[in-house]
């Protein structure tokens, strides 16, 4: 089935954002220095992932452009309202903005990359699960030591990435028929790139370096695909 690699995936993300609920009690400045290393780690991620992009004017093109869309659909305060939304469901959540806050980071983190589009492409096309599977096993740690930090809402990401990655998988099992393998190669390192780039966002926001509106620039994913088809006609 084309949705297994997928299920699993999100199977694994629960377990570990389950377990992470257990360890919330850890002293606040243990969970500041691993926040830290997380956040490094993930700069590292993305850093490797926006060097996959082979023309960084699209890239560049793509974020202004999603940029401009994001803030004009308020695409962050709509995520932010969500979770408070979700976060006053639970009664142990004291803090709706966490809740938000995991969310979205849990999200991109597992939604982005290049593991995400390749497993699910390999899911649908070959019916090949094993690179999400893969991508699972490093999702359920990264989850368990995100929920200690940033709580309930990390588990919810798995409803985007069952959607995303689903979506990807049952589109892969007709793609043949309309992307041709090299514009389809093209696209993926793009997507990857463009994806590296929120990724090292992220990190910088959990650094607290800066405050980036990382959900403005979500649409930017959708943007450099179709950015991308202009250049080749190009």
């Known amino acids: 089935m084309a949705l297994t690699g ?5 199977l694994l993300i629960v377990i570990g954002s389950l377990l992470g609920l257990f360890f919330t009690r850890i002293p606040e400045r243990y969970k500041e220095t691993v926040m830290h290393g997380i956040g490094l780690a993930v700069f590292l991620i993305g ?3 926006a060097m996959k992009s082979g023309e960084i004017i699209i890239v560049l093109l793509s974020l202004l452009s999603g940029a401009v869309v994001g803030e004009l659909l308020r695409i962050e305060e709509a995520l932010n309202r969500f979770g408070t939304w979700i976060g006053s469901k639970f009664r142990n959540s004291n803090d709706n903005i966490s809740v938000s806050q995991g969310f979205v980071t849990a999200t991109l983190i597992f939604c ?10 390999d899911s649908g096309i070959r019916g090949d699960h094993s690179v999400l599977i893969t991508k699972g096993v490093i999702d359920g740690f990264t989850a ?3 929920t200690t930090t940033l709580g309930i809402g990390v588990i919810l990401s798995i409803i985007p990435l ?3 990655q689903g979506a990807i998988a049952l589109f892969a099992t007709q793609i043949d028929r309309w992307i041709p393998e ?3 190669n093209g696209i993926i390192n793009e997507v990857t790139a463009v994806g590296g780039l929120l990724i090292i966002a992220i990190a910088l926001n959990m650094l ?3 405050k980036i509106r990382i959900g403005n620039l979500l649409p930017s994913i959708i943007t450099v695909v179709i950015i991308y088809y202009l250049y080749t006609l190009l």
Not at 6 to 10: D, E, K, P, R, V
Not at 112 to 121: D, E, F, R, Y
């Open 112 to 121: 982005i990359g290049a593991m995400a589009i390749i497993g699910a492409l």
């Open 208 to 210: 607290k370096i800066t």
């Open 182 to 184: 090299t514009l389809l």
């Open 6 to 10: 997928t299920l699993i995936n999100g």
């Open 47 to 49: 850093l490797q992932m």
């Open 162 to 164: 069952i959607i995303y």
């Open 144 to 146: 368990l030591v995100l």
